[in-house]
Structure formats: C-alpha cells, structure tokens
C-alpha cells in the first residue's frame, strides 16, 4: 500500500484543468488557496506532472516563502526560474530582482511556459518571477498557491480562477488515516468504531490524519487506542498544534532533539550533512531519524533533502518558545534575528544551542565573535550575509555547525578555524581565494563537511592541508574555478566531490586519483571537461561516476580498473562517441545511462556485464546494434542480472539480442529501423512493455502470449490490425497508442486496472467489459468510430471514467437546439468555468438526465458573413460520488452551431438517456459534482448551464414525437421558426430566420 498515493487527487487535476483551459490562447493566473496541510502542493504537483510537456518550457518553484524571506533570495529563484525554462545555466545574467524581472520579460514573452509557484506570502514573490501576463507567450500559465486569497487577487488571478481545496469528508479522512495506520484503505476488523472517533480529531486536514495513523501504525492494542483516543478528545476542536504535539511528546529525548533541530535549522537540508551534526552530538541519527519518517513527522524528498511540513515545523517552534516564552535567553533555540540580537546583548545566555541569524534582511546590524561569549553551549550558528565581523578567537568552544552563507569578504579572516568544527559552509560568498594567508598550524581537526557551493568568484581552492578528516568537499556551481589545489591528495577520508557546473574546469589535478577513499565524484555540468585521464583508474573505491552533460568524447579504458563502480551516468554527453574497451572488467557495474549520447556501438566485451540491472539508452539516435557473441550469435547471456532495458527512439537500431529472463521493464518505442525481435518467450520476469512505432515490424515478436508477469503494456503498433486472441493473465495496465489500423480488440484479462486507448482512429468495437471486475480507470481520445462500451454497469471500483474526441460515443439523437434569449438576466454567468450538483433519486433513474446550456458569440470575425462557425467543444467534468466512493469523470461534447442572429443566445439541450453519463450507467444516490468549460473561449462565452434529473412528470411529447425538456426549456424565451422553414442542420444567408428544431443531429 503507497500511503503518499493523495486521496481524491484526480477530481482536484480535473478541476484544476477546468480552470487553466489549456486550450484558450491566453496567459492566464490560476490560484489554490487554502490552510496549511490541505494539499495544495499535492494538488499543484499532480497538475504539473499531467501537464508540463505541453509547454516549450516549465519550473517549478517549491516553497518560495521558505526560499525567499530576502530579496537577495527572488534574485536566486529568478535564476532558477529562467534555467529551468531555457534549459542552461542562467546566472551572470541577473545581479538583482530589477534586472531578474526584464530578463524573465524579455526571454519568455515569446514562449509558451507554465510556471508554478508554490506557497507564496507576499506581492514581491509574483512581481519578480511572474509580474504580468505581458511576461509571457500566448498559452502561458502561471498557478500560484497561497495560504491568503488577497495575495491572489492583488496579483492577476481572477476570483472564478482560484481553486479552494476542502478539507476531506468523512470517508476520504477514514481511508487516509487507515492507509497510515493500517497500510491498507479500511480498518482492521475491530478498529472501525475507534477509527472513526479518531478522524473526527483531525478534522478532514490530510497532514494531520497521516500524523496519527502513524502513531498508531505500530499498535494492535484497543486498549492503548481507546488511552490515545482520550488524549486527542481533549484538545478544543480547531487546536491542529496540540493534536499534533502528541506525537511530539511520545518521541524518546534524542528523537525529540533533532525534531526540534529540523523544526527551526534543518528544514530542506541535505541529511546527509545533518547526520554530521547529529553524530557528533552523539544523537545516532541513523537509528532515531527513520522513527520520525515512520510516524510521517518528517519526509525525504529528491532522494535525499530533508522536508517538515509548515504545520509542524510551525508546531516544533512552537515548542521551543513554551521553554520560556517571555525570556528568549532561556531557550534552547533561537530563529528571529531581532531577538537574537537583543540576547546577545545579554549575559547569562547558557541555555542557547542554535541560533539563526539573518543580516541580509537587517543590513544595518553587525555582530562580533566577542558577542558570543555568552553562549558558551552553542553549536549551531546560521549566519545570512555579511554582518559578522571582528575576528573569530572568541567563538563559542562547542560549535559543531556553522553556516555563513553570503558572506562577503575576499578571502576569510586569517585566524578563521575552529578545532571542534563538523560542518562549515560559505556556500553563495564573493570569497576568491579561501584561507590564502593563514598560519599552516591552524587546522579544522574535526571538519567532516566543507560546503563552498555557488561561490561564483572562487577561482582557486584552499590548501586542503588544513582539513585533514574532512569526508565531503562541495564546489558546486563555483562557475570560475580553474584550480583545485595538489594538496587534495591527502583526503584520504574523502567519499565525496561535488564540481558539478564547475564550468571553467578543464582538468583534475593528477593528485586527485590519490583519493582512495572516494565514493562519489560528481562532474555533471563541467563543460570545459573534454578528456578525463587513465589515472582515472587509481579511484580504486568509487562507487558512482556523473558526467551528464560534460565534453567529453570518449572514456579511458583505465575505467575499466574500477570494480567497485556500480553507477555510470554519462546522458547528455553529446560528443562521446567512444566506450571503453574494458568495461567488462566492471563486475560491480549496476546502472549505465548512456542516452543523449552519440554512441554509435558497444563494446565486444559489453554483454559481459554480469551485475548490470539497469541500462538507459534513450535517444541515441547513432547506435545501430548490439555486440554479438561470436560462438553463440545474439545471446545477451552475459546480462543476466538486467532488469530495465531502455532503447527509446533509437532510431538506428536494427536488433537487440535476446535478452536475459531477469528483465523486468523493455522500452522498444520509437526504434523506426528495428526490423527483427525473435521471441518474447523467454522474458518470464517481464512486467513492463513499452513497444511500438517500429516502422519496419508489421507483426508482434511471437512469444506475447507467454509474458506472464506482464503488468503494465503500451502498444503504438503502426501496421498491425489486430492483437494476440488470448488475453495474458495478470495484465494490469494495457495502454494502445496510435495503433491505427487495429479495428477491434479481443477479450480482455480479468486483471485489468487501467486501460487506456489514444488516437486508435479505425478502432470500431469494444469487448464487452463486464469482466473487468477490478478495472479503475478507463480513458479513450480520440477513437472516432467507436460508438458503445459494453459492460460499464459492471464496473464497480471504476474511479476514473475520460473520454475525449470519441464523438460517435457522446452523440445523442435526443436533443433540442435552437435560439432566444434568458428570461430572467439573473442567470446569466460570468466566466469560463460552471459548478453544478445533482443527485439521482429513486423514481429518476429509468428517465434520464437532461443538461442545458446556452452561449453566445464572441469573436469579431467575417464567420456570420460566410455562415460557417465554429464548432463548440463543451469540456465536462465530473465527480460520481457512488456508494462512499468517487468516480472522476473526463468528457467532452461537441455541439455543431448554426446560428441566424449572432446578437442571440444559442441553446443546446443535450438528453442523457437512460440516465447514462456520456455511456456510464447512473445508480440511485449517485450523486453527480460537476464542472464544465468550453474549449474555444475566444469564439464563445458560456452564458447559461443546468443539469436537472428527469422523472415522469418532466416529459410532454410534442408533435414530432420527440422529447420535451421543461425543466430546462423554461428558462428560455425560444425564438421559434417559420412554419414554412423546414428543419435543417447547415443554415446559410438563404435561409435568415430565426428557428428551432428538435432532433437534429
């Protein structure tokens, strides 16, 4: 059970889609606005994940209130901001928030970009990164969420454009919290009632229902459930702090310390260096950090940073200020900076432990190393700019962490060391040479974690000798690095180099391959980077080797010598053409990346990787074939461990061998020269399938029946018309792309969950899907020539219902259209985007729905002239709730308009017979959440929508025989026909007259 899978996510997408309207032209600022611990990062990062390919370029900028308490700080997010959109390095190009604005402006008015920026708090946030819709190309969208609808409405986001999460209901809060507390969507036999009490303490908020099913995740007892029960019931409803401080106060002491820790100085850091911290204060991170994940306290996102939510990280701090709220001397932590100032001023301040201070917010402030005379416990300091000042012989003897960020002098104070140091970083300083002019007898004894990162002046490093113990060495993005001093030899405790974006770097030192110790040297970025030396071998214990993105174009067969190496990432390496020929030497080698690259063969010796899992080869568009084994021909026997095999868009490749029985994922997609795949039958361990648009297969390789792992399967099979007869047992997610000949598929596996057909144009017929008792999504675009799906009653855990551009599906010959205007103008809607509710009653459901819309003309064009408009494209979406469970629906309907007199409303009345929404039979009780948009919003405006149950009494046959709609039909003044008109579907200049007509397709 994945308990981070977001409960209702895709009605909350749905919505969001509704309001962007990917389709309309415009630069449009959508926004979510709600409470802490509601989900809107989880709502705004589902919608970005769905959506960011269809833009030329997108960024997502994570906790910009956290990332920008300084308006140095926007200068930062503006960089990251126009790199992530360009897709270089942006840096020298923006000194200020000024010039970050016009750079933004000038480079992005012409693209098509979505940018989200993520818990905003104040206007300068959304003025320096997305100030206007002028910023930014036609079809830019910018979603921005918020804790405070002003910020929304100050800044271009109109009020029908904010989106507000509610807080889950009663259901949803119980199969949140039974995820967590039980690792399954519904208590334990005997824990329903208990359960359900303890939901209503957290009261709908998502954060805090996975703090306490995993409090209790390890507890079996009713008895102790009953005793935590009492505990909870007694906080005040509304006091989300005291419920959660529950879970604080059950932490043994250390783990109650480096909460505390992470609550006020270690939110978003690397835990990797917090380990540091937490080891030498003899707090055993490596045991008591993975409690607080158990119990949801914390999280570690990006594979290693850590993340606390703003709740609890404003619940921790909280708890720190009850140590004595009116003395802040007597605290063991301290964050605000005017505070901070103000103690220590003071004497007495032994009780200090950590302290944050913030000079780029409060330049007129300074302190010296003599002002820290008083805090004799401290071992934490976080200084921000440049404010400290003096020399540093008065520093506090047990400072075990220190971070000075921004810090602005050339080159650090010669007396600048500190004996029981762990961790220093000057990461972001103007400092260009480190430690010149020191005395060579002062060392860091005790430094584990050098951190000089984004020093974009630093041209040459330290000397090295004087951090002898030091394990990890950080010269990330010092942009003007050309030399690293020799004396990095002598790390012989060093496991871990950091020269990503190094840019001016074109060599290692020779001392550089003494390192024996080193586990991971990262060179991503170094494009100055063109050779890499055979001394290269001598790194006898590394382990993982990044060189995306580098010159280089051909590796040293010295790397053969590395047999622990077991990560080898060379993407993006354009130039490399040339693998070394001994890789086989490489017993460890687990993971190769080798895509983007210009690779044109592998190495004879490559199918003897024997540890490999996984192998990445996407988009490398010269590489032709695969080694042969010459006693055995293609027999890939070498590659017995291989799990994941990735040749997408190979576009040259002509065979891949036969293929070990360990793999377990194969994307063949896009290998347009591929003309041969003997047999799938050995592929025994196989659970995705990726395979398609090989211009030269006409049939499927033979052994597809017998992939009996076989979980996941997307086909885009250009020449094939139909698929294998017999279903593979265990298929649970089957996905049909531009497979455009296929004109029918078989009966499908029992096992089915997701089935999902796109662009299958001759497609005409369905299995019936009765049998698919399990199946939860069902998505078809743009199948034309499908016109019923059989078996959707049967459907009983089916939660996502799309169905798009299939018009011979959503067609219905029961409708009415025609003109006229409102008859009361306080209908009349304003925006894009309409909300509705329904709920089928017991004598509704053999009648039907029946939805009425009205829209009118918008655009300034010569189409009333010409008598030809636009069709209109009606987006649907929906929410079933059905029996304590939801199905989120996706449709679109489109209505062909004629219109006579553009100055009237055009009225569309669309009947759902046998209550069936677009092909989904209804229930009694469902009850029906809507939301509708049009497509072409520049062509139409949306004036009227309704959606009404019909019953008996609703239904007045008329002259023709066919339906009267009264429920809808009275809010309408219809402009009837002449009698002598004659019904017709293309209406011309000929034919001016205002009309109606019922029935007409």
Excluded at 307 to 322: A, D, F, K, P, T
Aim: proline share 3%; hydrophobic share 35%.
């Amino acid at each position: 059970m994945n308990v981070e899978q977001p409960i209702g996510i895709e009605f909350h997408v749905q919505y969001m889609l509704s309001l962007l309207n990917l389709d309309a032209m415009d630069v449009r600022f959508v926004g979510i606005w709600g409470m802490s611990g509601i989900g809107k990062t989880t709502i705004v990062k589902a919608v970005y994940e769905r959506i960011f390919n269809k833009f030329t370029g997108s960024s997502f900028l994570e906790d910009v209130k956290e990332h920008a308490t300084k308006r140095k700080d926007l200068v930062i997010l503006q960089r990251q901001l126009a790199s992530r959109i360009l897709k270089k390095k942006i840096k020298m190009e923006i000194s200020n928030v000024s010039e970050g604005s016009t750079f933004i402006k000038k480079r992005m008015e012409q693209r098509k970009v979505l940018i989200i920026l993520d818990d905003v708090n104040n206007d300068d946030q959304i003025k320096a990164l997305a100030g206007d819709t002028n910023w930014f190309g036609k079809g830019s969208r910018i979603i921005i969420t918020t804790t405070c609808e002003d910020i929304l409405t100050r800044n271009k986001v109109d009020r029908d454009r904010i989106y507000k999460p509610q807080l889950l209901d009663e259901e949803q809060s119980l199969q949140l919290f039974s995820r967590h507390a039980f690792l399954q969507d519904q208590p334990l036999d005997g824990f329903l009632q208990l359960s359900c009490e303890m939901v209503k303490c957290a009261q709908g908020l998502p954060l805090a229902l996975g703090v306490l099913g995993s409090s209790l995740i390890d507890n079996n007892s009713i008895k102790k459930w009953k005793s935590e029960l009492k505990k909870y019931e007694r906080i005040p409803h509304g006091d989300i702090h005291k419920t959660l401080k529950i879970s604080f106060e059950e932490l043994t002491l250390e783990q109650q310390s480096v909460f505390l820790d992470i609550a006020c100085f270690f939110n978003g850091v690397d835990k990797r260096i917090a380990f540091y911290y937490w080891e030498s204060l003899d707090l055993h991170p490596q045991t008591e950090f993975p409690v607080l994940i158990r119990r949801s306290l914390v999280k570690i996102v990006d594979e290693k940073k850590i993340w606390m939510h703003n709740q609890l990280q404003s619940m921790g701090r909280r708890i720190v200020y009850e140590e004595n709220p009116k003395d802040p001397a007597k605290r063991s932590r301290l964050w605000k900076h005017k505070e901070v100032m103000e103690v220590l001023k003071e004497m007495g301040c032994h009780n200090i432990e950590g302290i944050l201070l913030n000079f780029e917010k409060n330049i007129e402030d300074s302190l010296s190393s003599e002002d820290f005379k008083s805090v004799s416990k401290l071992r934490l300091l976080n200084v921000n700019g440049s404010g400290l000042k003096g020399d540093f012989k008065h520093f506090p003897p047990r400072l075990r962490c220190l971070f000075w960020q921004r810090c602005n002098f050339d080159m650090p104070p010669t007396d600048f060391h500190h004996e029981e140091l762990v961790i220093l970083d000057l990461s972001h300083s103007n400092t260009e040479e480190a430690w010149k002019y020191s005395p060579q007898n002062k060392e860091f004894k005790e430094l584990k974690v050098l951190n000089l990162s984004e020093c974009s002046c630093l041209v040459r490093t330290p000397d090295f000798s004087r951090f002898p113990n030091l394990e990890r060495l950080i010269l990330e993005g010092c942009c003007e690095l050309v030399d690293i001093h020799e004396s990095i030899g002598i790390l012989k405790g060093l496991v871990y180099l950091d020269l990503r974006s190094c840019s001016k770097l074109k060599e290692l030192p020779g001392k550089t391959f003494q390192l024996t110790a080193l586990k991971n040297l990262v060179l991503t970025g170094c494009k100055s980077l063109e050779n890499l030396p055979e001394s290269f071998g001598c790194l006898k214990s590394l382990v993982k080797l990044s060189l995306n993105s580098t010159h280089i174009s051909k590796l040293p067969d010295a790397l053969g010598l590395l047999e622990k190496l077991e990560i080898l990432n060379a993407m993006d390496c354009i130039y490399l053409v040339k693998l070394p020929r001994t890789m086989a030497k490489m017993r460890r080698l687990q993971h190769i990346n080798f895509s983007r690259t210009g690779i044109e063969s592998l190495p004879d010796d490559f199918l003897m990787l024997s540890s490999l899992v996984k192998l990445e080869l996407a988009k490398c568009r010269k590489l032709q074939c695969f080694p042969e084994d010459r006693q055995q021909g293609y027999s890939g026997s070498g590659l017995c461990k291989l799990q994941v095999l990735n040749l997408e868009h190979c576009k040259k490749l002509e065979s891949i061998p036969k293929l070990s029985s360990s793999l377990c994922k194969l994307n063949v997609i896009g290998c347009s020269s591929l003309h041969k795949y003997d047999d799938f039958s050995n592929l025994k361990n196989l659970k995705e399938l990726f395979f398609g648009q090989c211009n030269n297969m006409v049939d499927m390789p033979s052994g597809f029946g017998k992939l009996s792992s076989l979980d996941k399967l997307v086909l885009s099979l250009v020449n094939c018309d139909s698929l294998p007869p017999n279903p593979i047992s265990g298929l649970r997610h089957l996905a049909l792309v531009e497979c455009q000949k296929l004109v029918s598929l078989p009966e499908l596996p029992s096992s089915l969950m997701r089935l999902h057909l796109h662009s299958c144009h001759s497609l005409e017929r369905l299995p019936n899907l009765s049998n698919l008792k399990i199946l939860e999504e069902l998505k078809l675009e743009g199948c034309e020539k499908i016109t019923e799906i059989q078996g959707l009653e049967q459907l009983k855990f089916l939660r996502l219902y799309e169905v798009t551009s299939c018009h011979h599906l959503t067609v219905t010959t029961k409708k009415v259209q025609g003109q006229g205007t409102l008859k009361d103008e306080s209908y009349e809607l304003h925006g894009d985007v309409i909300h509705t509710e329904v709920k089928i009653g017991d004598n509704d459901i053999n009648m039907g729905l029946v939805m009425g819309l009205a829209i009118s003309y918008s655009r300034n064009t010569n189409q009333y002239l010409s008598g030809v408009f636009d069709d209109c494209m009606l987006q649907v979406a929906a929410s079933i709730l059905r029996n304590g469970r939801r199905i989120h629906c996706r449709n679109d309907l489109l209505i062909k308009v004629h219109l006579i007199d553009v100055s009237e409303l055009f009225i569309y009345i669309h009947y759902f017979e046998g209550c069936k929404w677009f092909g989904l039979p209804l229930q009694r009780g469902d009850v029906i959440e809507a939301v509708m948009k049009l497509d072409y919003i520049q062509t139409w405006n949306l004036k009227f929508f309704h959606l009404s149950v019909l019953n008996n009494e609703d239904m007045h046959p008329v002259v023709d025989q066919q339906p009267r709609f009264q429920k809808v039909e009275d809010f309408f003044n219809w402009i009837d026909k002449d009698d002598e008109f004659e019904e017709t579907t293309q209406l011309t200049l000929s034919t001016l007259r205002l009309y109606r007509t019922h029935g007409c397709n």
